[in-house]
């Protein structure tokens, strides 16, 4: 596989400048809902072309054609680390050459599709899914199936990928396993959704020797946590309903994401949701998110809590054995419980399907990247 170190050079560098920077856009009022009845209607008509639904259009295309539209999935591509850009500012023309199916094939890897390099059906309806907004392949190495060495090169894969770590494995430092967080004051989070975060963070506790203490101060905080809309001042826009959902950074940074323009839901069961409401689980994210925070990278296998998609409507909240070996690699075990109770996750993990997205904003967010990275 080629380097692709043009864009994560820019995304490496950015978890680690991003730390000193005072937040430099005004916090929103994220779209917090307590339970799946409580979300409108009225906003369920308006997301029908939101996210990356477009990409549907190109079911058939083939190596060789040029079709409009094909430079967006390429940006996809190049912001979630499958391809490099000639250009800083990631202009992509809309041929299906070489590099467009060789990273295809990357991820239908890391995603256990059949490797083909073919726009096909299952292939788009994974790639229009909802996702961490943290890239999959930093700096040119992927940690997910495609970067295994024990990986068989070839049709389809089972599950042959595992936890993976930030390039130069970084983690919190062993003098600071207690740790605090705090809430972006704007957000003015209810007790409620804080106790999301809480449930969250204690999840990963339960397994390492690891504490979480919410504090009121956020400046000195360790991790801080705020819901964003659009560009907010770290290279990473948001892109409003659907497409990513959150990122967080590697540690010892802290900043943790969010994307107020969703559908968070915050107690209740998210799989009650009507089909077209795109409700998003807040814990599911958060604990997601919390992986990162503490240095894991994303998952091949397709149950853990760190794989990069999430469908809507879908629950998944309990560390698997992927994610405990994972974290456990990188802080030891919680030395006050006897062991391996945290595990395995279908049963609280139903998906009842993607639906719709488009990725209107999606050149916005390659170009910030680009802007970094000329900027560095
Ligand atoms: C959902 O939340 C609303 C607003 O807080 C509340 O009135 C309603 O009883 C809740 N519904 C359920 C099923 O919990
Ligand atoms: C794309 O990049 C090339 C140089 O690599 C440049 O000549 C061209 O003008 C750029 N196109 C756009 C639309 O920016
Ligand atoms: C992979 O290809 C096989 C045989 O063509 C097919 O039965 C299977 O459903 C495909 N799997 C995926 C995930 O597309
Ligand atoms: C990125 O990779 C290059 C070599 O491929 C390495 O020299 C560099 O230190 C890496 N950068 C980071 C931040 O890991
Ligand atoms: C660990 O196991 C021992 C004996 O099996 C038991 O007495 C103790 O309470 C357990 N500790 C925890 C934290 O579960
Ligand atoms: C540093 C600190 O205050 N740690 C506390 C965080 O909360 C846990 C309980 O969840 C305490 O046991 C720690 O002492």
Same mark, same amino acid.
């Given at each position: 596989?080629?380097?692709?170190?043009?864009?994560?050079?820019?995304?490496?560098? !950015?978890?680690? !400048?991003?730390?000193?920077?005072?937040?430099?856009?005004?916090?929103?009022?994220?779209? !917090?809902?307590?339970?799946?009845?409580?979300?409108?209607?009225?906003?369920?008509?308006?997301?029908?072309?939101?996210?990356?639904?477009?990409?549907?259009?190109?079911?058939?295309?083939?190596?060789?054609?040029?079709?409009?539209?094909?430079?967006?999935?390429?940006?996809?591509?190049?912001?979630?680390?499958?391809?490099?850009?000639?250009?800083?500012?990631?202009?992509?023309?809309?041929?299906?050459?070489?590099?467009?199916?060789?990273?295809?094939?990357?991820?239908?890897?890391?995603?256990?599709?059949?490797?083909?390099?073919?726009?096909?059906?299952?292939?788009?309806?994974?790639?229009?899914?909802?996702?961490?907004?943290?890239?999959?392949?930093?700096?040119? *190495?992927?940690?997910?199936?495609?970067?295994?060495?024990?990986?068989?090169?070839?049709?389809?894969?089972?599950?042959?990928?595992?936890?993976?770590?930030?390039?130069?494995?970084?983690?919190?430092?062993?003098?600071?396993?207690?740790?605090?967080?705090?809430?972006?004051?704007?957000?003015?989070?209810?007790?409620?959704?804080?106790?999301?975060?809480?449930?969250?963070?204690?999840?990963?506790?339960?397994?390492?020797?690891?504490?979480?203490?919410?504090?009121?101060?956020?400046?000195?905080?360790?991790?801080?946590?705020?819901?964003? *809309?659009?560009?907010?001042?770290?290279?990473?826009?948001?892109?409003?309903?659907?497409?990513?959902?959150?990122?967080?950074?590697?540690?010892?940074?802290?900043?943790?994401?969010?994307?107020?323009?969703?559908?968070?839901?915050?107690?209740?069961?998210?799989?009650?949701?009507?089909?077209?409401?795109?409700?998003?689980?807040?814990?599911?994210?958060?604990?997601?998110?919390?992986?990162?925070?503490?240095? !894991?990278?994303?998952?091949?296998?397709?149950?853990?809590?760190?794989?990069?998609?999430?469908?809507?409507?879908?629950?998944?909240?309990?560390?698997?054995?992927?994610?405990?070996?994972?974290?456990?690699?990188?802080?030891?075990?919680?030395?006050?419980?006897?062991?391996?109770?945290?595990?395995?996750?279908?049963?609280?993990?139903?998906?009842?399907?993607?639906?719709?997205?488009?990725?209107?904003?999606?050149?916005?967010?390659?170009?910030?990247?680009?802007?970094?990275?000329?900027?560095?």
């Amino acid at each position: 596989m080629k380097s692709l170190s043009t864009f994560t050079t820019s995304f490496v560098f !950015l978890a680690f !400048l991003a730390l000193p920077l005072p937040p430099l856009t005004t916090p929103v009022n994220a779209r !917090l809902f307590p339970n799946v009845s409580a979300i409108p209607p009225s906003l369920a008509a308006n997301i029908r072309s939101a996210g990356w639904d477009a990409f549907r259009g190109f079911a058939g295309c083939h190596p060789g054609e040029a079709r409009p539209g094909l430079s967006k999935l390429k940006q996809y591509f190049h912001y979630f680390g499958y391809m490099q850009s000639s250009s800083s500012l990631g202009n992509f023309t809309d041929d299906y050459d070489d590099s467009l199916a060789d990273a295809i094939r990357t991820y239908q890897k890391n995603f256990n599709l059949n490797v083909t390099g073919d726009l096909d059906s299952a292939t788009l309806s994974h790639l229009v899914m909802p996702r961490c907004g943290n890239p999959d392949i930093v700096n040119g *190495t992927t940690s997910m199936n495609s970067g295994k060495a024990s990986a068989p090169v070839g049709s389809r894969l089972h599950a042959v990928g595992h936890y993976s770590f930030f390039p130069g494995t970084p983690r919190w430092p062993s003098g600071q396993l207690d740790l605090t967080y705090a809430f972006l004051p704007g957000n003015n989070l209810d007790a409620k959704t804080r106790q999301v975060f809480a449930r969250a963070f204690q999840r990963w506790s339960e397994v390492t020797p690891l504490t979480f203490n919410e504090t009121s101060n956020y400046r000195r905080a360790n991790i801080r946590i705020g819901f964003y *809309t659009g560009d907010h001042g770290d290279g990473e826009p948001f892109d409003g309903v659907m497409g990513t959902l959150a990122h967080a950074f590697s540690p010892p940074n802290g900043l943790f994401h969010l994307d107020g323009a969703e559908n968070w839901v915050v107690g209740g069961d998210v799989t009650t949701a009507s089909s077209d409401s795109d409700a998003i689980d807040l814990e599911s994210v958060a604990v997601h998110e919390i992986g990162h925070l503490l240095g !894991l990278g994303h998952s091949s296998v397709e149950e853990s809590i760190m794989y990069p998609t999430i469908s809507s409507r879908t629950r998944k909240v309990q560390l698997t054995s992927d994610d405990v070996s994972g974290i456990q690699v990188l802080y030891g075990s919680n030395p006050n419980s006897n062991a391996s109770e945290a595990t395995t996750s279908t049963q609280d993990r139903e998906t009842s399907g993607s639906s719709t997205r488009v990725g209107n904003d999606l050149v916005g967010a390659i170009l910030a990247v680009g802007f970094l990275s000329a900027f560095l």
